[in-house]
C-alpha cells in the first residue's frame, strides 16, 4: 500500500494547490479531500511522540524533560521529569509520591497513555514502560514471554523503591493480569510491595460478563491462534524471521468493533476537507494518528496470555507458574498480598474489559484489609473512557490522586497485615 499511499499524497497537494494546472479544476477540492483520505486509509503511522513539554501545577508552568531510566530488549522505562525555577513548587513536587504506570501491551503504543500521563504529572513523579515494536527487536535477543513481562514489571518497581523508599502501580487494561503476578510473587518472597494499586479495565476474571474480545479468546483453541494470526516479520525490518502477532491485525479487530462509526468519521473528513474546516480535519488527524499507530507482539508473549488470561483463566484459579529471571517456577498467590492498598476502576458502557472482570481482584487479593480495599465504576465511561478525556480528568482521577495520597504513608511491613504505625520521623520524611 506504500506507494500508492505517496502517491495519493502528492496527488492532493497537487489538486489542493490553486496555481497549478490540476488546482483550477471546478472539483479540485472534492478530488484533493478523495486522494488524502486514500493517503489516509494507506500509509504507515510510525509511532506517536509524548510531546509533553509543560504542566501547569497550580497555576506554574513546570518544563518536563523526558529521558530512559532503563532499556530492556523489550520495553523502556521512561521517566518525566518536571524541572521549576520557583522554589515553594520545587519544594512541593519533591514531596508528591511516585507513580509507575504500566501501559498496555496490546496493540497501540504507551502513547496512548498520553492523557493518563498529563493529569498524573500534576501531582505526581510518572514512570512509564513504553513497550517496544517486536517486529524491530532483533531476532538475537531472543523471545519475549509472558513471564518476562512479570519480571519487567518487578525490576522496575524495584527500581522505583530504590529511588524513593517506595511507590505506587497504575495497570491499564491489560496489564493488570501481570502486575499483580508480579507483585503476588514478590509478597511471597516476603519482599517490599507498592504502597498501592490501581487497577484500570482489566481482565483479571474474564470469564464475568464477556465481552467480543473475550468471546473470540474464548471459543478459538490455541492451535487456531497460532495458525492463524501468527506470521514471521519480513526482511526489511530490525526483526526479519521474528514470530509475531501483527499490529495490523490487532487494528481490524479495533475497527471491526465499531465500523460504521469509522466509517462515518472518515466521511464526516471528506466532507470537512472539502469545507475546509482546518480545526475538524486537524482534530480527526491527531485522532488517528494515535488509534492507527500500532506495533507487533512477540508471538510467545501473545498466545501465553491467550491461554493464561482468556482460556485457562489461571489468576482466578491459583494455577498460575511464573518462570523468574533465575529459571525457577514460582506459583502466582494473590493471597499473600497483605501491605499494598488496592483500588479498582471500571467504565459503565465499558466494551472490552467487562463488569466485574477488573473488581474481581478484591476477592483473590484476600490478604488485604477490606479498609484497603476501593472500587470505582466510573458512570458513563467505556474503556478509553476510564483513563483519558474529560470522564478520566473529571471523575476517574480524583478518585486515584485521593487513594494514593490516603496510602502515601502507610507502609506496613511486607510480612504482616496492614497495621496502623507510628508517624515517620521528620529525617525518613524529607527522604521520601
Known amino acids: 500500500m506504500e506507494p500508492f499511499a505517496d502517491l495519493a499524497a502528492s496527488a492532493a497537494k497537487v489538486y489542493s494547490n490553486p496555481l497549478s494546472l490540476f488546482g483550477q479544476n471546478p472539483f479540485a477540492q472534492r478530488i484533493s479531500a478523495g486522494y488524502d483520505l486514500m493517503h489516509r486509509l494507506g500509509k504507515d503511522y510510525e509511532k506517536p511522540e509524548f510531546g509533553l513539554s509543560t504542566v ?67 501531582d505526581h513523579k510518572v514512570y512509564i514502560t513504553d513497550w517496544k515494536n517486536a517486529r524491530l527487536v532483533p531476532l538475537a535477543e531472543g523471545e519475549f514471554h509472558l513471564d518476562d513481562y512479570v519480571n519487567y514489571v518487578q525490576e522496575f518497581i524495584r527500581h522505583l523503591q530504590g529511588t524513593y523508599g517506595n511507590c505506587h502501580v497504575i495497570s491499564v487494561c491489560q496489564p493488570t493480569v501481570p502486575v ?40 478459538k483453541s490455541y492451535e487456531w491462534f497460532e495458525n492463524n494470526v501468527i506470521y514471521r516479520v519480513p526482511t526489511n525490518f530490525p526483526g526479519a524471521g521474528r514470530r509475531v502477532y501483527p499490529g495490523f491485525l490487532q487494528h481490524s479487530g479495533f475497527v471491526a468493533m465499531n465500523p460504521s462509526n469509522h466509517a462515518k468519521s472518515h466521511y464526516d473528513y471528506f466532507k470537512d476537507l472539502i469545507k475546509g474546516d482546518d480545526a475538524s480535519t486537524e482534530a480527526h488527524r491527531k485522532f488517528y494518528d494515535e488509534y492507527n499507530a500500532v506495533l507487533d507482539m512477540d508471538a510467545s ?94 471523575i476517574v482521577y480524583p478518585e486515584v490522586k485521593s487513594f494514593i495520597l490516603t496510602n502515601a504513608l502507610v507502609q506496613p511491613s511486607a510480612q504482616m497485615p496492614a497495621v496502623a504505625t507510628k508517624p515517620a520521623s521528620k529525617k525518613a520524611a524529607r527522604k521520601a
Not at 497555576?59 to 530488549?73: D, L, N
Open 301 to 394: 508473549y501473545y498466545l501465553e496470555t491467550i491461554r493464561v488470561v482468556f482460556q485457562e483463566y489461571s489468576l482466578v484459579n491459583g494455577t498460575w507458574d511464573v518462570r523468574g529471571v533465575n529459571g525457577a517456577l514460582e506459583r502466582v498467590r494473590p493471597q499473600d498480598i497483605t501491605s499494598t492498598a488496592l483500588f479498582s476502576v471500571e467504565g459503565e458502557l465499558d466494551d472490552i474489559s467487562g463488569s466485574g472482570q477488573t473488581e474481581a481482584v478484591h476477592s483473590i487479593c484476600s490478604g488485604v484489609p477490606n479498609a484497603r480495599k476501593k472500587h470505582l465504576e466510573a458512570k458513563g465511561a467505556g474503556h478509553y473512557g476510564i483513563f483519558s478525556g474529560r470522564r478520566w480528568r473529571d
Open 56 to 122: 501547569d501545577v497550580d497555576g506554574v508552568a513546570v518544563a518536563i524533560h523526558e529521558r530512559i531510566e532503563i532499556t530492556k530488549p523489550f520495553c523502556e522505562l521512561r521517566r518525566f521529569k518536571r524541572f521549576s525555577d520557583d522554589t515553594a513548587t520545587l519544594a512541593k513536587l519533591k514531596g508528591q509520591p511516585a507513580v509507575l504506570i504500566v501501559a498496555p501491551l496490546s496493540g497501540h503504543y504507551a502513547t496512548l497513555l498520553r492523557d493518563t500521563v498529563k493529569t498524573m504529572l500534576k
Open 180 to 219: 499483580l503476578a508480579a507483585v503476588s510473587l514478590m509478597a511471597t518472597r516476603g519482599e517490599l510491595t507498592p504502597l498501592t494499586m490501581t487497577m484500570m479495565g482489566g481482565p483479571i476474571d474474564a470469564r464475568k460478563s464477556p465481552t467480543a474480545v473475550n468471546n473470540l479468546a474464548m471459543n
